[in-house]
């Protein structure tokens, strides 16, 4: 049974450069914010060395006044019960990132879902086709913010 | 006096047709009011009430007046022949066995010695129209279903005819009215229950009832190959099921369970129409207390099970000598 | 014999609002695709255009049967956001409410579980018994389904004086009427043969593909989030969280049917418990910035919201993480090799909603 600050210390420890803030935010709720190029890396030690067991949610997020998407991530310790939010930026112009599914195969319909609505790839991904939208959608990605809904 | 005598003449064939008849055309339409109102009681509802004054029991005819005032629609790519003859064809065939079949120990539309042979005969041609009704019908939900009837009734048919020649042994004939008038002493039904059992689940099988009523799987695949049917056709369809049905279970009153023999406080007639009821309703119970098996279970069940207890109930047959029940006539 | 590919599409008696393309070979199976979007009505969109008192019908659609449960998620996510803490009287209502949801879910699984084999008395019998606790739902909040009655501080009204009675006595006939459900669906030797050994997912596969709520538990894993992160008055009531070892259709059929015998205990606790006091608190309209992810145990599952807030009085954004469309994943995985009619038994047994796949 890992605590939240154990596992906020391991990966301070074992992927300096690459983490950009780790907090706890409460009990069982741990905010890890990375680099892209090594979320692969951060997602497979969590998921060999701290018992993270499956993907939860893979969302977008489109901070205010930044050049970027955040894809937020959260995985959840069966053993631990401790649900880690594992967040890192894309640039807006080229939206893309490595997949998870390889090593987290919970991940694959959730991407799918997340490269629909907000336009961010995911290589290596088996399937990116169309989930929820209809077949014939031809506008940008909706859950943008320059992506209005009519009033 | 030619007059008359031609007028008699037409009398006593009317009569001679009339319980045929009245059970092709009645079986149908008590027979699914009354099991919708069984059903429904099982299932902790009603079933129909408003329609006819006690209990709606016009209810069935207002469906079929329904039926046939429905338009007609027929698939641009089906075959317009096959589509529309099947139907009509199939209800034919399922009801000339009550040609041959016999009502009393005389009542008979057309006295025929293998009038046992001549129902199976006719029970065998009804899988090849169903499997031409499914794959007319230009759907793959109705091929499917066509296929499956074809897969279902072959493994049937055998363990029907193979349990009734318990019975033929012992009369050493195919005729309903010897086999029936043998029973007086003790029925057949005591005597061979092992072809009792095995013939009331391969007909069961045969008329596509619960649970066996794969081909018209309707949460899998849309009733199956009678998909793309509307109107009087489908009307013609569920006629065509019910007659058999009641085939079936008259079938099993007269071999098996003593037929119109009976105390004689009720006309022999009532008497089969008595036991063809408490059979049909058995069979109907069974609609609503069992799920439907799956097609290798069933397939399983008829080759693996119900053949070789057949076959040993031929053997017990043989074997075992009865002559000291009066039985052999 | 040639691959034909079949629709098991939207327009079928057995499939909800969705499709799975079935590639079929002969009567087997070899590839199912689900195919889902039919219902996408964008609530997480719309969401961020509304205030957050506002939110509450609009997210109790994706799951209408089973509103109680998804309300209790969105508000007690926001109460968190804000810092509020709802009186004990409303936590305790809650918590009676949810679970008698969760009953009438699981009783509307039942229905359609039971006439997919093709038994169509295990139709009826569901249906009927669920018309008395929307009865009793009806009593508290005046319609049967999509309640909204959870509101951001607590209930929306009091609970009538003389429900306690008329629940206590709901649940007793309902006792007795699982005892019946218990012999003529679990113990038939025609389910049996239907159910066992279909649609097995071992425990490695079912927590690999993240598949959750009474499919997860169904194959030995023991994750409940009623006892993982207990929420309202949860950790005050003595339950069991059934779990089968097995994985295959029947299993989980089993833990759906142990867990609405532990609804009616948990719903029993909590009547005797129930305090008096006031039933809402007033909730701000602005939330301070920051984000939260809450979950709730719904009938179908776990589902999460994480909501981020910019200190309006609209959420910035709100992810629903739905229990259906982590079930998706293990379509592909079950329905391979099998004979066409053990898709719909498949398919029920992880108990999708399609709306909720949509959202």
């Known amino acids: 049974m890992t605590s939240e600050t154990e596992i906020v210390e391991n990966l301070n420890s074992k992927f300096k450069e690459a983490i950009v803030d780790a907090n706890v935010q409460r009990k069982a709720r741990v905010i890890i914010t990375a680099k892209k190029d090594k979320v692969l890396d951060i997602a497979s030690h969590l998921k060999k060395e701290l018992n993270f067991d499956f993907v939860v949610s893979v969302c977008g997020l489109e901070m205010p006044q930044e050049d970027a998407f955040t894809v937020v991530y959260h995985f959840w310790s069966i053993s631990n019960k401790i649900l880690l939010t594992l967040k890192t930026k894309v640039p807006k112009e080229s939206p893309e990132m490595l997949s998870l599914t390889p090593i987290f195969e919970s991940a694959n319909w959730h991407e799918r879902e997340t490269h629909e609505m907000w336009g961010i790839k995911f290589s290596n991904h088996p399937d990116l086709s169309r989930l929820l939208l209809p077949e014939d959608w031809s506008e940008k990605p909706p859950q943008r913010k320059d992506f209005t809904l009519p009033r | 006096m030619e007059f008359l005598a031609i007028v008699n003449l037409i009398i006593d064939a009317i009569v001679k047709i009339l319980p045929a008849v009245l059970f092709m055309i009645g079986f149908p339409l008590l027979g699914v009011w009354y099991e919708r109102k069984l059903l429904a009681r099982v299932m902790l509802r009603i079933g129909p009430l408003h329609v006819g004054k006690y209990a709606g029991v016009l209810q069935l005819i207002a469906d079929f007046m329904k039926l046939a005032a429905k338009e007609i629609i027929i698939p641009t790519k089906a075959n317009k022949n096959i589509f529309i003859a099947a139907p009509i064809v199939a209800t034919i065939v399922a009801a000339l066995p009550l040609a041959v079949i016999p009502f009393d120990g005389n009542w008979v539309v057309y006295r025929f010695d293998l009038n046992l042979l001549f129902v199976f005969a006719m029970a065998s041609l009804i899988p090849l129209i169903i499997l031409l009704t499914g794959w007319a019908s230009y759907n793959k939900y109705s091929f499917i279903g066509g296929l499956r009837v074809i897969f279902q009734m072959l493994a049937y048919e055998i363990p029907l005819v193979l349990s009734v020649l318990g019975v033929v042994i012992l009369t050493q004939s195919f005729d309903l009215i010897k086999i029936c008038n043998a029973q007086s002493k003790i029925w057949f039904g005591l005597l061979q229950p092992l072809g009792l059992l095995v013939f009331y689940i391969a007909s069961i099988a045969e008329v596509e009832r619960m649970p066996f009523d794969i081909p018209t799987a309707e949460q899998e695949l849309v009733i199956g190959w009678q998909t793309e049917y509307s109107g009087i056709l489908f009307g013609l369809f569920m006629m065509a099921n019910y007659i058999s049905f009641g085939i079936h279970s008259l079938l099993i009153t007269i071999i098996f369970l003593g037929g119109w023999l009976g105390p004689s406080f009720l006309p022999p007639m009532a008497w089969l129409l008595l036991k063809t009821a408490i059979v049909a309703t058995l069979t109907m119970m069974f609609r609503g207390t069992y799920p439907r098996v799956r097609m290798d279970q069933l397939l399983r069940l008829g080759w693996r099970i119900l053949i070789p207890l057949a076959l040993i109930n031929i053997l017990l047959t043989l074997l075992i000598p009865t002559i000291g029940l009066g039985v052999v006539t | ?359």
């Open chain 3, 1 to 359: 014999m040639a691959v034909l590919r079949i629709s098991w599409g939207p327009q079928h008696p057995a499939s909800g609002q969705m499709r799975i393309i079935l590639d079929v070979d002969g009567d087997i199976v070899v590839n199912a695709i689900p195919s889902v979007g039919y219902t996408h009505r964008s609530i997480e969109k719309l969401a961020e255009y509304r205030r957050y008192f506002q939110i509450v019908p609009l997210v109790e659609r994706i799951c209408n049967l089973d509103s109680f449960n998804v309300t209790l998620g969105y508000v007690q996510a926001v109460e968190e956001l804000m810092g509020i803490v709802p009186p004990e009287r409303a936590q305790f209502i809650r918590v009676i409410m949810s679970e008698l949801n969760r009953i009438t879910s699981h009783l509307y699984w039942l229905a359609l579980f039971g006439i997919m084999p093709g038994q169509p008395t295990m139709l009826m019998w569901p249906i009927a018994d669920r018309e008395l606790f929307l009865d009793l739902a009806e009593m508290v909040t005046g319609s049967r389904v999509t309640y909204s009655y959870f509101i951001i501080g607590g209930v929306r009204a009091d609970l009538p004086s003389d429900f306690p009675n008329r629940a206590l006595k709901t649940l007793d006939y309902f006792e007795k009427r699982l005892k019946v459900y218990d012999k003529m669906l679990y113990r038939s030797k025609l389910y049996e043969m239907r159910n066992r050994g279909v649609g097995i997912m071992k425990k490695a596969d079912a927590i690999n593909l993240g598949v959750v709520g009474p499919n997860l538990r169904g194959s030995g894993v023991k994750v409940d989030t009623r006892k993982d992160e207990p929420y309202q008055v949860y950790d005050r009531f003595e339950f069991e969280v059934p779990t089968e070892e097995v994985g295959d259709a029947e299993a989980r059929a089993k833990v759906r049917f142990h867990e609405m015998e532990q609804s009616i205990n948990i719903v029993r606790q909590a009547l005797g418990m129930l305090p008096e006091g006031p039933f809402q608190v007033k909730a701000p309209f602005r939330a301070p910035p920051g984000e939260v992810y809450k979950k709730v145990e719904a009938a179908r599952g776990e589902l999460g919201f994480y909501i981020v807030s910019d200190g309006t009085d609209k959420p910035y954004r709100l992810k629903i993480s739905s229990p259906s469309f982590r079930n998706l994943a293990a379509f592909p995985f079950l329905m391979k090799d099998v004979t066409m009619a053990d898709i719909p038994v498949i398919y029920f047994s992880l108990d999708p909603f399609p709306l909720d796949i949509d959202r």
